[in-house]
């Protein structure tokens, strides 16, 4: 597991970075509890936080809370405290702050080990539930709510000058499909497709046959390529039918993040360019920013 230690002193840090190390783990020890919770915010490998209560600038419970904060956020991360004062009133601060485990200073190895165990299952278990509430059951994709999710957090990074784009994608004559071929080689269209759109940026089944894709840091016309080029490979996919292969098109609408723009405007300017690709004859790319202002204009 990936852990990080705080502790004001240097021989705590090595004395339990050194029980920890030669079991596998990979270790980070701070002794500036401000520096340790940065780290901790920006590296989800984390799975374990270990802090003396008497640390700073940020006090031990603050971490606590502030890491707890994390957890809550949809991370799995157990908190365990540290203390040479163990007594009823530490352990119940600790707690009350958001501490999943307390263990005295410095913790004996078989002890220390023993609580890691148990950081590991319920991590894992969190990372589990973590997966289902996030994920498409049939595509493996992430579902409506935390592909919104993600291109909000996408969307905060990147500002007011940022560069992203947005593609939603939509399985031509999907209905047709399942009518004549049944729904099982419906599941299987919409399986192939998820599986062409997986490699690129954050990519969620919107519902139905409808997918998104938000690309941070790509720019307009970067999307636009990108979507041609899924254009193509949708046209060539084949998929099992009873008798005959099944071939089937997708529809592209391209978007553009602009300056003080938002994730839900950002998707409308896509799905709006999307009803045009379908109403003007399907399996083509329109951009919201450029095929759409020439159609106004023409």
Not at 81 to 88: E, F, H, L, P
Not at 225 to 242: S, T
Not at 267 to 281: P, Q, T, V
Request: aromatic residues 4%; glycine residues 8%.
């Amino acid at each position: 597991m990936h852990i990080v230690i705080v502790d004001t002193s240097r021989v705590v840090l090595k004395i339990v970075s050194g029980l920890l190390e030669p079991r596998g783990h990979t270790v980070h020890v701070f002794t500036d509890s401000a520096e340790a919770l940065d780290y901790v915010t920006n590296t989800p490998s984390v799975r374990v936080l270990i802090t003396s209560l008497e640390v700073r600038p940020i006090s031990g419970l603050e971490l606590c809370w502030s890491a707890r904060l994390l957890a809550e956020a949809n991370r799995p991360l157990y908190v365990i405290t540290m203390s040479s004062a163990r007594n009823a009133r530490n352990l119940a601060e600790a707690l009350d702050s958001g501490a999943d485990d307390f263990i005295e200073k410095p913790p004996g190895g078989e002890e220390l080990h023993a609580r890691l165990r148990a950081a590991d299952r319920l991590t894992t278990m969190q990372s589990e539930l973590i997966r289902l509430a996030e994920t498409d059951p049939l595509t493996g994709l992430l579902n409506r709510r935390a592909f919104l999710q993600r291109s909000r957090e996408a969307g905060d990074r990147a500002g007011n000058h940022g560069r992203m784009s947005a593609i939603l994608v939509d399985i031509d004559h999907f209905k047709r499909i399942n009518d004549e071929y049944g729904h099982d080689v419906g599941d299987a269209a919409i399986q192939a497709v998820a599986r062409e759109l997986a490699p690129e940026g954050i990519v969620g089944r919107l519902g139905g046959e409808e997918f998104g894709i938000v690309l941070p840091y790509r720019p307009l016309v970067e999307a636009e390529a990108f979507a041609g080029r899924l254009r193509l490979v949708m046209q060539a996919l084949r998929i099992r039918g009873a008798k005959t292969p099944i071939r089937l098109t997708c529809s592209f609408g391209v978007s553009e993040w602009s300056e003080g723009d938002t994730i839900e405007g950002l998707i409308k300017r896509a799905d709006i360019a999307l009803y045009e690709a379908k109403s003007g004859g399907r399996n083509r790319v329109v951009s919201a920013a450029t095929d759409l202002l020439l159609a106004r204009t023409a």
